[in-house]
Every structure is written in C-alpha cells, then in structure tokens.
C-alpha cells in the first residue's frame, strides 16, 4: 500500500437522495434551461430572505455578471479584501476597472471598516476616485459588519457587492433587531453571491448564484448570463416579429447552470441547516480540544479567527494561526501526518498578476501576517471526532519540535 489518503480541509457529502435527484434528472425532458433552474433560485430566496436569485456556473461568473449589473467598466475602481480567492478582485478586471484593496482586520480576518473609512476619507481629501463598487468577503463564512459597511455605502456613495461564497446558512443579527437573518438577503448590499463549488458549505459540482432584492439588477444579471438575449417583448427595441423572436440587446455570455447542478443543488440545500450544524458543532470541538491541549503556558495556543457578537457563521473554514517560522513545518508536519491542512488565502496582491499592476503584499501587513500564521484544518460534514483530537495533537507537536 502507499502513503494513506489525505482527509482534506474540505470536502463535499453527497447522499442518496442526492443522486436520485440527479439520475432523475438525467431521464427527464431538460439537462438544461428546464423547471429545476427555476425552482432551485426560488428556494434559495425563501430560504435565505432575498427577492431575486440568479444561477450561474460558478461564483466566479456571478461576480463577473454582479459587476456588469452595477455597471462597472473601465475607469471606474472596485475594492475588495486582499485575503480571498483572487476572483473577488478579477471580476472587476474583466470589466476593464481598476483593482484596489483594503487590509483586513487581525481579529475577524475580513476587510477592515476603519481602515476603509479612512481609506475612503484620504481619497476624497486627495481627488483621487472612490470606489464604484465594494466587495466585502465573508470570510471562513463570517460576515462583515455589513451594517456598518453599509452606512459608508451611502456617504460615499458605493455599491456593496458581498462575496458570499463561504457563507450560504450563515447568520446575523444587526443592531436594532432581535431576529437574525440570512447572510445574502441583501439587506445591507445590492447584490450577494454564493459558491456552491465541492468545498463550499453545499454543492452543484461547480456553480453559484447571485441573490438581489432589485428587480432591475435581476433582469439585467439574467439577460446577461445568456448571451445578452432577451424573449420580453417589454425589453425589445422596436415590436416583436412573432413568437419565435428573440433581441440579443447587448453582449453577454454563456454563463448557466445546468438542470443536473440545480437538481443536485435543490437537494443539497434541503440539507443545508443540517450541514452547518454540524460543522459548528465540529468548530466548537476544535477550539475545546485545542484549550485543552494547550493549557500548558510554556506552549503557546495559536490563534483563531474571533467572531464578533452578530454573527453566526457557517464556519466554510476553521484556521488557526502559528508563529511564522513554524509554518512550514506545522503545515508538513500534519500533511505527513494525513491532514491535508491548506493555505487561505495568498494575499491576492501577492499575486505575480497583480503585482505587475503596481501592488506590493507590504501594503496590506495584516493580510501578509496572516498568510505567514495561517493554516486551515480539516472541517467538514462527516469529519470524526477522533480525527479532530489526532489533528490538534499533531499540530501540539509540530508546534513543540525546535
Ligand atoms: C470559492 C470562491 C470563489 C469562487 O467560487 P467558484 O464558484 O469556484 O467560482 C470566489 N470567492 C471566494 C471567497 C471563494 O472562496
């Protein structure tokens, strides 16, 4: 036998009824633009409290298709978070904007609101351009103060564009209010979006949508997810020739998800509260067992992301932070262990694409700390509880070796 198999950080749980729905679906009429596309949008607004749902073949298109609808092009700048995946700051390149970013916060590892605030105020001092468009990331499946983001929104007059891809099933709760609420109902933003890629918190293979309360953000989302073609006779230039006319009224793409995905996602999301249930329930042993582990002062405990009040996260990610000269071997170590621990994120300015447009990693030191701390462990549906205590107590030692 070789080396045995990795657990990964992440990973999808597929049941039966899970491939009953997309067999199903394979002996139907539609493999795509069928009822399920549909059906699987409505579902995931009544269940997360937004009016309109948009799904695409990934998060990625829904960024691209989010920033198209909120009319960002070339001149215009769009800020994100440099800890994320590097398609939270690509969607605005594709639309020939300029890029720029906002370090994060140290606690919650999002962007940071007073550092954006300030951001925010030395432009206006200084001429130079506010943003058109902000992309906050929930990071690990935490939200952003999203309230606070929010009130900026409006003073400086910018979009908000939540890149929710961590985040589906997460909560919050927002001053004023006792309920909480879905992230993604977009109370505090124009447009959210989701991943449902293998790792993300519920899957369709590869896919995503964007959710709107705006109906003019909706139409224009869809129209452009197929080509830019529209069949509204309400949308046409001009009187329809017949029920076969269609209009292609500006250039779009081809960016649908298929009958198979949305069959596969309507059944993945009935499991939804399921899944995040568990996965916070897997976090809480996770921090016990590391307290537990490290209760000895002479080791230190490394560091975790903190949680602010309002939030309830689908936790996507558990990280943890070690002293930077014991990174590489605490990432080695577990992964010859069989924990396939993993790195999120570079810095998306680290990047040799985006270093070439002028960033430099050192402008964001919080970011690049954490990147050099950072390690993201095994959490998932289906993890074992035994495979939690081995993974802490492989850390202990790797973090113990000089
Ligand atoms: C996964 C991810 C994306 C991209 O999602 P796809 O569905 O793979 O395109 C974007 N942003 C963040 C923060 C992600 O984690």
């Known amino acids: 036998m070789g080396t045995p198999s990795l657990i990964p950080y992440g990973r999808q749980s597929i049941s039966q009824e899970d491939v009953e729905s997309v067999v199903r679906t394979l002996e139907s009429d539609f493999l795509t633009q069928g009822p399920l596309v549909p059906a699987f949008e409505e579902a995931v607004c009544s269940k997360i409290g937004s009016k309109y749902g948009v799904a695409v073949n990934s998060a990625t298109s829904a960024l691209h298709l989010a920033c198209l609808a909120l009319g960002v092009g070339p001149g215009d700048v769009v800020w994100t978070s440099p800890n994320s995946f590097v398609a939270s700051a690509n969607c605005a390149r594709y ?3 300029s890029v720029d970013f906002v370090d994060i916060d140290p606690e919650t590892l999002c962007l940071s609101i007073e550092k954006l605030e300030r951001k925010l105020e030395d432009c206006r001092k200084s001429g130079k351009s506010l943003p058109k468009v902000v992309i906050p990331v929930h990071f690990g ?5 999203m ?3 929010h009130r900026l929104g409006k003073l400086f007059k910018f979009s908000i564009l939540e890149d929710s891809s961590h985040a589906i099933g997460a909560k919050v709760v927002w001053p004023g209010e006792s ?3 879905f992230v993604g109902d977009c109370h505090y933003s124009d447009i959210s979006v989701f991943s449902f890629h293998p ?5 369709t293979g590869e896919g995503g949508m964007a959710t709107t309360n705006d109906p003019k953000l909706a139409s224009r989302m869809r129209r452009l997810r197929s080509h830019g073609v529209t069949r509204d006779r309400d949308e046409m230039i001009g009187e329809s020739e017949g029920d076969w006319y269609y209009q292609m009224l500006e250039l779009g793409l081809n960016y649908r998800l298929t009958e198979i995905q949305a069959a596969l996602g309507l059944s993945q999301l009935g499991r939804l509260d399921e899944f995040v249930r568990e996965r916070q329930s897997l976090a809480r042993q996770y921090i016990e067992t590391l307290h537990t582990t490290f209760s000895n002062p002479d080791t230190p405990a490394p560091g975790l992301q903190t949680e602010p009040s309002f939030s309830m996260g689908a936790r996507h990610l558990f990280v943890v932070r070690v002293p930077p000269e014991k990174k590489g071997q605490c990432f080695d170590g577990l992964r010859s262990a069989g924990f396939g621990v ?8 680290y990047q040799p694409y985006y270093r ?4 430099q990693p050192t402008h964001f030191p919080e970011a690049l700390r954490y990147y050099r701390e950072g390690l993201s462990l095994p959490l998932f549906p289906g ?3 035994d495979h939690i205590e081995l993974c802490v107590s492989a850390l202990a030692k790797c973090l113990s070796d000089p």
Not at 141 to 145: E, K, L, N
Not at 356 to 359: D, E, P, Q, R, V
């Open 342 to 349: 993993n790195v999120h994120y570079i810095p998306i300015p």
């Open 95 to 97: 639309c020939g904007a």
């Open 199 to 203: 790792v993300k918190i519920i899957t």
């Open 147 to 149: 309230h606070a983001l």
């Open 383 to 385: 993890l074992s509880r």
């Open 141 to 145: 499946g935490q939200s952003c103060d």
């Open 356 to 359: 070439k447009l002028g960033f």
């Open 179 to 181: 309920s909480p609420r």
